[in-house]
């Protein structure tokens, strides 16, 4: 008070009482209030609308200045004129609620108009135009200036940023940058937004918000209005549709303006709505819980916009059900919230008691939360936490003491939430049991965030931005609106599975890349509503198996298998070659043909894998089903490949090839993530020693170039993805040695030059695709190998020695690496195979089959061979899990809780700790045996 006297500001005593509770309360009026002691004195003196009137001829007049700073030095100093205007005459009660609203947004229309007209002008003079008054240019040049929200329906707050969508009607628009009219167009939004929120010494005019134009996250600040409203009439979201309510030409040109208003309409006000459309308008950014006794509300802190019986829920009590009858009641179409209470009540549509409860509560809070705005001019609803804040907010509201404020404000909030939540008792709720879930509009709701923390998303804003992508239809999944509408009440129940997953955000990752592919979602987002147990398969799928949601992701098409009545079961050798044939003879061309393996390929993969994470299949049943699918698709592609080769090269008469699975697939333990260990054997004819092609190659080249050509086939990725890794270091001379070797060569090697650990590897050798003939003659060499004597070799020793090799390449540092670790797969592996060296008829493919052949013929203990069995079973269930769940090492320490119970369940145990210790003990006590029978040598 005294910086005012000594600034010759005279101060009368009926103002004094004002003007001490204003700046005790205020200081930023206190501020303004020094800076500008004539505005003071003429607001004290002639009264603030006369001054406000000055004012907004100052901000229409920054159309004239000569350049951009003295236009927005002009703006400020008028802002400051007219905030301070407008508190003292909400503060000294001279003005209503409504008065005061409406006084910000005409200053605000002011602003716009005056910064618009320069901007005009000055790209008029710049481009040569004829026509270069502000003015005239504005009406002229069809630019389309909505005011939105608050400021659309003449209610701006006191510290409120001002939301604006700017359109051009290209036709009418005269301005081009690089003869683009949209470039011209966004840069003159640009300029309009930089004049009104860039901060100077002198301040800010408002702050402006472009958001709420149509899906502004890809859109420019600019938009051509065929492009908008084809976007409306196609994409247009319902929350959309209620900000639309209050949407107000508030700049630019009135004809193009009230010609997008008029083409728009059908989009706002909808004659006929469904049920799922009106369940959207429902959840239109609801912020709380809307059901009657959810908690007390607590005054220190609260949102008076957000929370419990706040401003939001007034204004969407109303907008709501102007939605749903608008279509039909022009009379209902009422952009302010206080007129549109009116027009519900006049049309019977409401009491009249209810309307009134609301519009006295609805200026009670705009009034409360002027007050918090004003003292440091923030954007704020939120009131203070502590005694001496409410104290002080207290007095600024007029009341004597803070709880007479507190009584005051409870009661308004109570008959809100109560009206609110009647309003909405029948709707479906978008919360979880942590709180809200809303992804409506532009920005993010602090509760939604705060859910989704709690729910154990780390990276909550992306899941929510995500979220309101797919709201606005950036994915094919949600073009349509009635895929929008479902997916709305969809989303919490998918978040919560989701969060239920061992890694909540990698799922939810996996899970965007999967809907993102779907061509659209209408079918499938109705299917998960009406199966939520199939929800819950795809959030475990997108959770715990990488490998598997990635092909999701890919080919989204393969969910129709978790459909197939059949899905439970493992699918038998024959149904698949079955259906792999009809797939090849479906395909014309040799490209197509390797896409449709693919594609076989993967789904059947994809299929086995869900069972394992889903405990329906068993390890031993598991590995036999990955290694059906490999070997479907080996001999399925292998006369593919052969009569692709005969085009240029013809075929070798009379000549036979087969194909021999080595390691996991020859012993049918395979995994999810397995090679194919493959050796290629062909036989001749005596005198048959070129291909009848055009182009003869001697049959050792076409075979070498055969079996090339189906690795290839394998391995190569596709449009449709890739297949297999296939290793041949187990061919005879292994990576030294020819692709494809002859029958002759075969036997030869392996009666006089193989190894020990090459007769180790044939144990789990298997014939899997050629002539029958050839297939007796090879499994007869591979038998007469495994089965003859040592020769004088000490193959226990050989094992022992290559076994220690390996360890000192991968020492296996922890029992996890169930491969490598002291008493892992490949300790038992390595008793199994070399007790089979030298036995007639005791050769089997499969560890476990191996062991039980062992022990029958008293090769093995019963004891031995129990705890062997109970290791291979425990790490091949284990291993199975972890190459669909885990990409790279498993880390104990990093595992999830969701991971570690999913290991449990395939191990048989109560829980990860018991798993741990039976691991481990039986790790153990198969070293003790593997020491035993492979000792080191002395």
């Known amino acids: 008070m005294e910086a005012l006297t000594a600034a010759s500001v005279v101060i009368a005593p009926e103002h004094r009482d004002l003007l001490a509770a204003v700046f005790g309360n205020s200081p930023y009026l206190a501020r303004l209030a020094r800076r500008e002691p004539d505005c003071l004195t003429r607001i004290l003196v002639d009264g603030p609308n006369a001054v406000l009137r000055t004012m907004n001829d100052r901000a229409l007049a920054c159309a004239q200045m000569e350049d951009a700073s003295k236009a927005m030095a002009e703006l400020r100093s008028a802002k400051r004129g007219a905030a301070l205007a407008v508190a003292l005459a909400d503060i000294a009660c001279v003005w209503d609620v409504e008065s005061v609203t409406r006084a910000l947004s005409e200053f605000a229309d002011s602003c716009v108009q005056g910064a618009l007209r320069y901007l005009l002008r000055e790209a008029a003079l710049r481009s040569g135009h004829a026509e270069t008054d502000g003015e005239t240019l504005e009406r002229t040049t069809g630019l389309v200036v909505l005011a939105m929200g608050k400021y659309g329906a003449l209610e701006l707050n006191y510290s409120s940023d001002i939301d604006l969508i700017v359109f051009y009607d290209a036709a009418r628009f005269p301005f081009r940058s690089r003869d683009d009219a949209r470039t011209a167009a966004v840069a003159i939004v640009r300029g309009l937004v930089r004049l009104l929120s860039e901060i100077t010494s002198d301040g800010y005019v408002f702050r402006t918000d472009l958001r709420l134009r149509p899906d502004a996250g890809a859109t420019q600040i600019a938009i051509s ?126 009491l009249r008691e209810t309307a009134r409860d609301l519009q006295n509560a609805y200026r009670f809070l705009r009034q409360l939360e002027h007050r918090l705005q004003m003292i440091e001019d923030e954007q704020t609803h939120t009131l203070p936490k502590t005694a001496e804040g409410l104290d002080q907010i207290a007095c600024f509201m007029g009341f004597s003491t803070a709880d007479a404020f507190k009584a005051a404000l409870t009661h308004q909030l109570e008959i809100v939430q109560g009206h609110y939540a009647h309003l ?149 050798r024959a149904e698949l070659d079955l259906t792999l044939a009809k797939q090849l003879a479906a395909a014309s061309e040799y490209e197509d043909k390797l896409d449709a393996v693919r594609r076989f390929a993967r789904e059947q993969i994809f299929r086995i894998g869900v069972q394992v994470i889903e405990g329906m299949a068993a390890a031993h049943a598991a590995g036999t089903a990955f290694a059906d699918v490999a070997e479907c698709v080996t001999s399925g592609l292998a006369p593919v490949v052969e009569d692709q080769l005969a085009l240029s090269v013809g075929r070798v008469p009379g000549g036979a090839f087969a194909v021999v699975a080595m390691g996991k697939l020859g012993g049918h333990e395979m995994t999810a993530a397995s090679d194919l ?134 020492p296996g540092r922890n029992p996890w690496d169930l491969k490598f670790a002291p008493g892992g797969l490949v300790d038992i592996e390595f008793i199994a195979q070399t007790l089979q060296l030298g036995q007639g008829g005791l050769r089997r493919q499969g560890t476990l089959d191996a062991i039980a052949a062992l022990a029958a013929s008293d090769r093995l203990s019963k004891q031995d061979a129990t705890t062997l069995a109970d290791a291979v079973n425990l790490q091949l269930a284990l291993n199975q899990v972890l190459r669909i769940a885990v990409e790279g090492t498993f880390q104990r320490e990093n595992a999830t809780p969701g991971l570690k119970a999913m290991l449990a369940r395939a191990g048989g145990a109560a829980n990860f700790d018991q798993l741990e210790a039976r691991l481990a003990g039986l790790q153990s006590r198969t070293r003790q045996i593997f020491e035993r029978i492979l000792p080191q040598a002395r």
């Open 677 to 810: 260990d493959l050796i290629f054997v062909y036989d001749t004819q005596a005198g048959a020693e070129t291909s009848d092609g055009k182009k003869e190659l001697p049959a050792m080249v076409y075979y070498a170039r055969y079996a090339q050509r189906l690795i290839a086939a394998l391995t190569v990725p596709t449009a449709a993805g890739d297949l297999y890794e296939v290793d041949m270091r187990l061919r005879p001379s292994g990576n030294k040695g020819p692709a494809a070797v002859s029958l002759e060569s075969f036997s030869h090697y392996h009666g006089r030059e193989s190894w020990t650990w090459e007769r180790m590897a044939l144990t789990r050798a298997r014939v899997i695709s050629g002539p029958s003939e050839l297939r007796a003659k090879i499994e007869a060499v591979i038998d007469h190998t495994v089965a003859a004597p040592d020769a004088g070799r000490d193959v226990r020793v050989d094992a022992r020695s290559m076994r220690e090799r390996l360890e000192s390449e991968f």
């Open 225 to 350: 209005t065929d492009a908008a409203e084809a976007y409306y009439e196609n994409m247009g979201q319902n929350w959309e549709r209620a900000a639309m309510i209050k949407a107000r030409a508030c700049a630019g040109d009135p004809d193009a303006s009230r010609g997008f208003l008029k083409a728009i309409e059908p989009f706002i006000w909808r004659r006929h709505l469904d049920y799922a459309a009106i369940e959207d308008i429902h959840s239109i950014k609801r912020q709380i819980h809307a059901h009657a006794g959810h908690g007390s509300i607590a005054v220190a802190g609260h949102n008076i916009k957000l929370g419990r019986g706040g401003i939001r829920e007034i204004e969407f009590f109303a907008q709501t059900q102007q939605l749903i009858l608008g279509g039909r009641n022009r009379n209902l179409r009422e952009p302010g919230t206080v007129a549109a209470l009116d027009a519900l009540c006049a049309h019977g549509l409401l």
């Open 424 to 572: 909405f008792e029948r709707s479906q709720q978008l919360a979880s049991d942590t709180g809200n879930l809303v992804f409506t509009g532009v920005d993010d709701d602090p509760d939604t965030l705060r859910s989704l923390l709690e729910m154990g998303f780390r990276e909550a804003h992306h899941v929510a931005n995500a979220v309101r992508g797919w709201h606005h239809g950036r994915i094919p999944a949600t073009r349509s609106a009635r895929a929008r509408e479902i997916l709305t009440r969809l989303v919490p129940a998918l978040l919560k599975d989701l969060a239920a997953t061992p890694d909540p955000d990698s799922a939810f990752m996996q899970f965007d890349r999967f809907v993102s592919n779907l061509p659209a979602g209408v079918q499938l987002f109705s299917l998960l509503m009406a199966r939520p147990e199939l929800l819950q398969l795809i959030a475990r799928i997108m959770g715990s198996a990488p490998r598997l949601a990635r092909h999701l992701g890919r080919s989204p098409q393969t969910l129709d298998t978790l459909l197939d009545p059949d899905f439970r079961l493992p699918p038998a």
